[in-house]
Antibody, heavy 125, light 113 residues
Framework: EVQLVESGGGLVQPGGSLRLSCAASGFTFSNFWMLWVRQAPGKGLVWVSRLNTDGSITSYADSVKGRFTISRDNAKNTLYLRMNSLRAEDTAVYYC??????????????????WGQGTLVTVSS | DIVMTQSPDSLAVSLGERATINCKSSQSVLYTSNNKNYFAWYQQKPGQPPKLLLSWASTRESGVPDRFSGSGSGADFTLTISSLKAEDVAVYYCLQYYSIPFTFGPGTKVDIK
């Protein structure tokens, strides 16, 4: 069974930093691209970032580009999201997501099929 | 960016009746080389992460009841719940995974009338 367990959320002041982690199990982590999706309280879903299997290809939403960094440690089966220069509008539940398998190491367009329970990040003074 | 719109914003349906949700994308998400629509439907219940119901516009995920069906192609899609059950109360989102940035619709809340 695929399991994705996020951690690292909490209360942080505007301008602060936070690192989220996602521990993956139940599948061969190093074979899958990974994603982060967020959801502000009472709002809809927003894709944040994605990363290929070896960590060499990244993509970001414009709203977080230059402030957030996605990375992974395949030896530890863990995905990360480093968030800097946090703003009030970054307040959200952050979900770690595994998309469907992609055979192409340079391109991946598959549905988001497994989600963690999420970790809440609150940016407030 | 591909903009996803959903209608209605919310709907209330009697138990056992049909619920229909529409989603439109601002451009086609049909990849003509493989004739696949890069489009999915999700169900989200309060306090839970989203759950994938249908991918590739109409392929039901394992374990999803057959009362859920998806149709459409290109830029117009529909999710149908053929006979609403109490456990179907949720917010339903569409997603395009055709191009970066991946984008979701704003959601449709389904309640019991």
């Amino acid at each position: 069974e695929v399991q994705l367990v996020e951690s690292g959320g909490g209360l942080v002041q505007p301008g602060g930093s936070l690192r989220l982690s996602c521990a993956a199990s139940g599948f061969t982590f190093s074979n899958f691209w990974m994603l982060w999706v967020r959801q502000a309280p009472g709002k809809g879903l927003v894709w944040v970032s994605r990363l290929n299997t070896d960590g060499s290809i990244t993509s970001y939403a414009d709203s977080v580009k230059g402030r957030f960094t996605i990375s992974r440690d395949n030896a530890k089966n863990t995905l990360y999201l480093r968030m800097n220069s946090l703003r009030a509008e970054d307040t959200a539940v952050y979900y770690c997501v595994r998309p469907g398998y992609c055979s192409d190491p340079s391109s991946c367009y598959t549905p988001f099929d497994s989600w963690g329970q999420g970790t809440l990040v609150t940016v407030s003074s | 960016d591909i903009v996803m719109t959903q209608s209605p914003d919310s709907l209330a349906v009697s138990l056992g009746e049909r619920a229909t949700i529409n989603c439109k994308s601002s451009q086609s998400v049909l990849y003509t080389s493989n004739n696949k629509n890069y489009f999915a439907w999700y169900q989200q219940k309060p306090g839970q992460p989203p759950k994938l119901l249908l991918s590739w516009a109409s392929t039901r995920e394992s374990g999803v009841p057959d009362r859920f069906s998806g149709s459409g192609s290109g830029a117009d899609f529909t999710l149908t719940i053929s006979s609403l059950k109490a456990e179907d109360v949720a917010v339903y989102y569409c997603l395009q995974y055709y191009s970066i940035p991946f984008t979701f619709g704003p959601g449709t809340k389904v309640d019991i009338k």
